[in-house]
């Protein structure tokens, strides 16, 4: 049994490795690792048992013959490579590269071999886009509405659609929810990347560790006995669970509880975006856990770990929290990755994206007691119970228009779905078979082909995103009443702005006319 693995030395492929070198009935490992990583050396070391069913690929995925050499004689191909935010944010042109062109690189070279492996894609929660409290569940299947100037999802999202829309014959893609790691710390305060995070985004936290251990849970599974369609032609979302349901606000908090803090000791409202984040909680989240039962941690344990595997946090509670925030937090006010230094630099494209222009961000201001937190029962609409929006069994879940939970459709139901969306279904037949390539036409015209399976079951539904860098999600909403359903959670139906990077990735905005 050969299992190809991309990511490796990144935070979830090292805990992947951690748990796939226990499985007895894997005779060989191949894993593609860039030339320069340095992280594999150690790996290498810490692995040093195992190392004899190691094969290392040095290379990258946009070269095609690499992918070749990687899958070839493999049962099974893991992908778990890509170019995450901040380093898609600084690079776009690499996160293009792995995450789009990389991924399709990996199918065709699947697709060329008379015995294919079986793939599996792991994606991202981030391509649902911005939620808030007016839906923070929502489930396999809910429109995929990417945050503008988000390159990283941008690139998933047409990566996981290739991966959908490709002639493997056993795939499986699987949604990624918001990941806790060892590095996390260090990682957020390198960058102004955590003000990106709304302090009342609903995020599902799941720790590295459980990740890997359900990657060798699918595995060891699926070698023992062929898991069919229960598992394969199908998407999840991988999520931590229900205790593991917080907001940005949570997540910022816990983590300062560790030198003896909380967030409001280090944070002012205005410093983080309100809108334009990524999170969900997953109402669904059960599905990979009672197949392959990994979920483990809690957002608590994780930090006590690393609470225990770094004391130096420990003497955050003698600094004055003044001196902190001004070197750990108000540094990052200069990074372009910034709030403050959209704002210094009237960057107006990146201050309508996040907060909905700069007026509204003024409203904001500094004194949390007028600050809406959810997690102290207040909401934009005034009172809310907190306790019970966590509450899955009190999930409101959107109107699809159709019901997406049936095993068949007729013609007729594709059909009212494609309306539903203010297009059409174009082809006039349809077999029943939930993976026909069928022909449909976006309310633009503009025509494409698609499983009813990727359409409707995984949300996806062409637009401009598939194909360039532009987010023209205000437009369409207005006839497309399934987006309509997620967008106007946070955006006002007479805001009329498309998103679009140019070719040198800087960011703009166009005013639409209605």
Same mark, same amino acid.
């Given at each position: 049994?050969?299992?190809?693995?991309?990511?490796?030395?990144?935070?979830?492929?090292?805990?992947?490795?951690?748990?796939?070198?226990?499985?007895?009935?894997?005779?060989?490992?191949?894993?593609?690792?860039?030339?320069?990583?340095?992280?594999?050396?150690?790996?290498?070391?810490?692995?040093?048992?195992?190392?004899?069913?190691?094969?290392?690929?040095?290379?990258?995925?946009?070269?095609?013959?690499?992918?070749?050499? +990687?899958?070839?004689?493999?049962?099974?191909?893991?992908?778990?490579?890509?170019?995450?935010?901040?380093?898609?944010?600084?690079? /776009?042109?690499?996160?293009?590269?792995?995450?789009?062109?990389?991924?399709?690189?990996?199918?065709?070279?699947?697709?060329?071999?008379?015995?294919?492996?079986?793939?599996?894609?792991?994606?991202?929660?981030?391509?649902?886009?911005?939620?808030?409290?007016?839906?923070?569940?929502?489930?396999?299947?809910?429109?995929?509405?990417?945050? /503008?100037?988000?390159?990283?999802?941008?690139?998933?999202?047409?990566?996981?659609?290739?991966?959908?829309?490709?002639?493997?014959?056993?795939?499986?893609?699987?949604?990624? @929810?918001?990941?806790?790691?060892?590095?996390?710390?260090?990682?957020?305060?390198? =960058?102004?990347?955590?003000?990106? @995070?709304?302090?009342?985004?609903?995020?599902?936290?799941?720790?590295?560790?459980?990740?890997?251990?359900?990657?060798?849970?699918?595995?060891?599974?699926?070698?023992?006995?062929?898991?069919?369609?229960?598992?394969?032609?199908?998407?999840?979302?991988?999520?931590?669970?229900?205790?593991?349901?917080?907001?940005? $606000?949570?997540?910022?908090?816990?983590?300062?509880?560790?030198?003896?803090?909380?967030?409001? =000791?280090?944070?002012?409202?205005?410093?983080?975006?309100?809108?334009?984040?990524?999170?969900?909680?997953?109402?669904?989240?059960?599905?990979?856990?009672?197949?392959?039962?990994?979920?483990?941690?809690?957002?608590?344990?994780?930090?006590?770990?690393?609470?225990?595997?770094?004391?130096? $946090?420990?003497?955050?509670?003698?600094?004055?929290?003044? +001196?902190?925030?001004?070197?750990?937090?108000?540094?990052?006010?200069?990074?372009?990755?910034?709030?403050?230094?959209? +704002?210094?630099?009237?960057?107006?494209?990146?201050?309508?994206?996040?907060?909905?222009?700069?007026?509204?961000?003024?409203?904001?201001?500094?004194?949390?007691?007028?600050?809406?937190?959810?997690?102290?029962?207040?909401?934009?609409?005034?009172?809310?119970?907190?306790?019970?929006?966590?509450?899955?069994?009190?999930?409101?879940?959107?109107?699809?228009?159709?019901?997406?939970?049936?095993?068949?459709?007729?013609?007729?139901?594709?059909?009212?779905?494609?309306?539903?969306?203010?297009?059409?279904?174009?082809?006039?037949?349809?077999?029943?078979?939930?993976?026909?390539?069928?022909?449909?036409?976006?309310? =633009?015209?503009?025509?494409?082909?698609?499983? /009813?399976?990727?359409?409707?079951?995984?949300?996806?539904?062409?637009? +401009?995103?598939?194909?360039?860098?532009?987010? =023209?999600?205000?437009?369409?909403?207005?006839?497309?009443?399934?987006?309509?359903?997620?967008?106007?959670?946070?955006?006002?139906?007479?805001?009329?702005?498309?998103?679009?990077?140019?070719?040198?990735?800087?960011?703009?905005?166009?005013?639409?006319?209605?």
């Amino acid at each position: 049994m050969i299992v190809a693995v991309t990511g490796i030395t990144g935070n979830m492929g090292q805990a992947t490795l951690n748990e796939i070198v226990k499985l007895n009935e894997i005779d060989k490992f191949k894993f593609l690792v860039l030339e320069d990583d340095k992280r594999i050396k150690k790996l290498l070391k810490k692995h040093k048992d195992s190392k004899a069913k190691f094969e290392i690929i040095y290379g990258n995925l946009k070269d095609f013959e690499t992918c070749q050499k +990687l899958v070839q004689d493999c049962d099974y191909v893991v992908n778990l490579a890509a170019v995450i935010p901040p380093h898609s944010d600084k690079f /776009p042109l690499k996160a293009i590269e792995c995450n789009e062109k990389g991924v399709k690189n990996l199918i065709k070279a699947i697709e060329g071999l008379k015995k294919q492996p079986k793939y599996i894609h792991i994606s991202t929660v981030a391509l649902y886009g911005n939620r808030n409290f007016k839906h923070p569940w929502g489930r396999v299947g809910d429109p995929l509405l990417v945050s /503008p100037f988000d390159i990283y999802s941008a690139t998933k999202l047409r990566g996981e659609f290739a991966v959908l829309e490709s002639d493997i014959k056993n795939w499986a893609v699987i949604r990624q @929810t918001a990941m806790l790691h060892n590095n996390m710390l260090a990682d957020n305060l390198n =960058d102004g990347l955590m003000f990106h @995070t709304a302090f009342n985004s609903p995020l599902e936290w799941a720790t590295a560790e459980d990740s890997g251990l359900l990657i060798a849970n699918i595995l060891k599974s699926d070698i023992k006995k062929d898991l069919g369609d229960k598992f394969w032609k199908k998407v999840f979302n991988l999520g931590g669970g229900a205790i593991n349901c917080l907001t940005g $606000y949570d997540t910022l908090n816990d983590g300062f509880k560790l030198i003896g803090g909380s967030a409001k =000791d280090f944070f002012k409202p205005n410093y983080n975006a309100t809108r334009n984040f990524h999170g969900m909680w997953f109402s669904d989240g059960k599905v990979l856990d009672e197949m392959f039962h990994y979920q483990r941690q809690t957002v608590e344990e994780f930090w006590q770990k690393i609470l225990k595997n770094h004391s130096y $946090y420990k003497m955050g509670k003698i600094v004055p929290k003044s +001196l902190i925030s001004t070197f750990a937090i108000k540094r990052l006010f200069k990074d372009d990755n910034s709030p403050k230094y959209w +704002l210094k630099h009237n960057d107006e494209a990146k201050m309508l994206a996040y907060f909905g222009g700069k007026e509204k961000y003024d409203e904001i201001g500094e004194d949390w007691s007028k600050f809406p937190l959810l997690v102290e029962n207040r909401c934009d609409d005034g009172k809310i119970d907190y306790e019970k929006l966590r509450n899955v069994k009190n999930a409101v879940l959107i109107d699809y228009h159709i019901d997406i939970n049936k095993e068949k459709y007729s013609l007729a139901d594709l059909q009212n779905y494609a309306k539903e969306h203010g297009g059409k279904l174009l082809s006039k037949e349809f077999s029943g078979d939930l993976y026909q390539k069928l022909d449909w036409e976006t309310q =633009d015209g503009e025509k494409f082909s698609a499983t /009813p399976f990727t359409v409707i079951k995984a949300g996806h539904w062409f637009n +401009l995103i598939y194909k360039e860098n532009v987010w =023209d999600f205000d437009r369409l909403a207005k006839k497309d009443k399934v987006f309509g359903e997620i967008w106007y959670d946070s955006h006002d139906e007479n805001e009329n702005n498309k998103y679009f990077y140019d070719e040198e990735f800087n960011a703009h905005y166009l005013k639409i006319k209605d």
